[in-house]
């Protein structure tokens, strides 16, 4: 079953934050999150795995919450190249690969 | 260092054709998928491949046939095309492992009239 992703569509203006969520009805092991621009081919952003740290890139990071198999993207004073839409992508235990949510498309304007 | 490449990048086929698209890479990634997406749809597995000479269904494989003859590609075959397998096909790879994210290719947009 595909994890459920929200909201389906975020827009923000430059500066402002937002959070991305992304939840299983399944047991999860890890957690991917990717980024894909019109066009392109997604981008892996950051990885979580159970037990793991919260992990952080620039002003983008992201937490795992394993007992309600749920993670969460933060954006943080958000640019014009944050705009795109968000994957989550989620396995479990003793498999590799991803299932992948529907998207969330975030807008930037100036 | 090309990555994950995907060829063709379009393609247009009729309805009862066939063709294969092609995925390979050069980061001798042992695991490889293929992925369709459709608009608000996300990406949907249709095979993948955890080495050389094994490959597994995943959630959409109909219709679909897959090879890895070699480790660093992975073909998807459509014996008899229809107009439902009108999609954007992505090939992605990934070490063994859970530390890393998959490397996609740029995908083939590919429509059945």
């Known amino acids: 079953q595909q994890p459920v992703q929200s909201p389906q569509a975020v827009i923000l203006r430059e500066g402002e934050d937002a959070v991305i969520n992304c939840s299983s009805s399944k047991a999860l092991y890890s957690v991917h999150w990717y980024r894909q621009k019109h066009g392109e081919a997604p981008v892996f952003l950051m990885i979580l795995l159970k037990g793991g740290e919260q992990k952080g890139h620039e002003k983008i990071s992201a937490s795992f919450n394993e007992k309600k198999q749920q993670s969460s993207l933060y954006l943080t004073a958000s640019q014009l190249s944050y705009s795109g839409t968000y994957f989550c992508g989620t396995a479990g235990a003793g498999s590799y690969q991803l299932t992948f949510g529907k998207g969330t498309k975030l807008s930037v304007i100036p | 260092n090309a990555g994950v490449t995907q060829t063709p990048k379009f393609r247009v086929l009729k309805t009862g054709q066939s063709m294969t698209l092609l995925c390979a890479q050069d980061?001798?990634?042992?695991?490889m998928y293929w992925y369709r997406q459709d608009p608000g749809m996300g990406l949907r597995l249709i095979h993948y491949s955890v080495g050389e000479g094994t490959t597994a269904k995943g959630e959409v494989p109909d219709g679909y046939n897959v090879s890895r003859l070699k480790k660093q590609n992975f073909l998807l075959g459509l014996e008899s095309a229809a107009p439902s397998q009108t999609s954007v096909y992505f090939c992605?790879?990934?070490?063994?492992?859970?530390?890393?994210?998959?490397?996609f290719g740029s995908g083939t947009r590919l429509t059945v009239v």
């Open positions: 992605a790879s990934s070490v063994i492992g859970r530390s890393e994210g998959y490397t």
């Open positions: 980061m001798n990634h042992e695991y």
